[in-house]
């Protein structure tokens, strides 16, 4: 049972234009959100977060926005760069329990020029 | 200068044999993780360590058992290898309480196949 999903496995975009990854989630419990990056042969890096009591977080060229009621948020670039791209994962975590981030699959962004 | 080594990056095997790999974190975290990525892509926690002390510890084949000898060092050690096991394994580390994502540093990953 899979708790965080992301259905675009691939996402091709113009280098310039917005890029949006999508994340959804069914567990009413996770209250933070996160988004890493990854590039091959190299372990994930954080890149945006967003606590469920906001419903925007924005941090230079990277936008995530959180959609409660709907269990999706969002990730958008603007815009978007060659440098970009890598694999995206969405993350969640619960306040309640030991601390341990569960993930989605991930979504290849390629940023074509 | 790495802030979370796993040795070693690439294993191949055969099916039956016992493995380990090894995690050393130098940021001074109190807790430690293990993390599968499996086929499907998805990162799945198996295991984390708070100060040597197991803390969580999902559905995984006894064949697995996570060792931490120190709050800066958690190995994996893998029985009986199986073709299922072929995976990205993942370590990575953070500072219990801190509100994440202020601590969560991954490894750069073991590619492990079994053949």
């Known amino acids: 049972d899979q708790q965080v999903k992301q259905n675009s496995p691939s996402l091709s975009v113009q280098e310039g234009r917005i890029s949006i990854l999508n994340c959804d989630y069914t567990?009413?419990?996770?209250?933070?959100f996160l988004w890493y990056k990854k590039y091959p042969a190299e372990g994930p890096t954080f890149l945006i977060s967003?606590?469920?009591?906001?419903d925007k977080n924005e941090d230079g060229r990277f936008t995530v926005f959180l959609n409660k009621s709907a269990k999706h948020l969002s990730l958008h670039i603007v815009p978007s760069q060659p440098g970009d791209s890598a694999v995206y994962f969405c993350a969640a975590s619960a306040s309640r329990g030991a601390q341990k981030l569960v993930f989605g699959q991930g979504t290849r962004l390629t940023i074509n020029p | 200068d790495t802030a979370v080594s796993q040795t070693p990056k690439y294993l191949v095997t055969q099916m039956g044999n016992d493995k380990s790999i090894k995690c050393e974190q130098n940021l001074g975290h109190d807790t430690m993780y293990w993390y599968k990525q499996d086929s499907k892509k998805f990162l799945k926690i198996m295991f984390s360590?708070?100060?040597?002390?197991?803390?969580i510890n999902e559905t995984v084949p006894n064949r697995f058992s996570p060792k931490s000898p120190d709050k800066a060092h958690l190995n994996l050690h893998i029985n009986s290898l199986e073709l299922g096991d072929s995976a990205v394994y993942f370590c990575a580390s953070s500072q219990q309480g801190a509100r994440l994502p202020d601590g969560y540093t991954f490894g750069s990953g073991t590619r492990l196949t079994v053949v």
């Open positions: 967003i606590s469920s009591i906001k």
């Open positions: 360590y708070n100060n040597k002390e197991l803390i």
């Open positions: 567990n009413s419990m996770f209250d933070y």
